[in-house]
């Protein structure tokens, strides 16, 4: 597996999705019947995303050390990367409404 064009141009769109998204974009994100956006739906698809990551860096890593041919240690160490940039975003997300949370828990009504 090298990385090509094609896997650098579906990253660039990850990304700029997750962007439009954190920006409260919601263009190709799942709706709810009301016209609004599903939050639950767009969580657990980000989760799942996080998850599908994570599970294909671990792969890579095993195939790599059985010494798999078809696996470099450079798409190995790049997928580890997203896996772990991912990841970290997913935490950073989750601080965010977590903060937020508390900032509405504590408003004076």
Known sequence: MSMNVSNVDSLLSQMRAAMAAAQGQPAQAPTAASGGV??????????D???????QAQ????AFVL???KVSLSDT????????????TAV???NKVV???NDIMNMQV
């Not at 599903?38 to 989760?47: G, I």
């Not at 160490?77 to 970290?88: G, N, P, R």
Request: charged share 20%; glycine share 4%.
């Open 38 to 47: 599903d939050f639950a739906n767009v969580l657990k698809s980000s989760l």
């Open 49 to 55: 995303g996080v998850n599908q990551t994570q599970r």
């Open 59 to 62: 792969a890579m890593q095993e």
């Open 67 to 69: 010494g798999d041919d």
């Open 77 to 88: 160490m790049i997928a580890m990367q997203k896996a772990s940039i991912s990841f970290q």
């Open 92 to 94: 950073q997300v989750r």
């Open 99 to 101: 903060s937020a949370y």
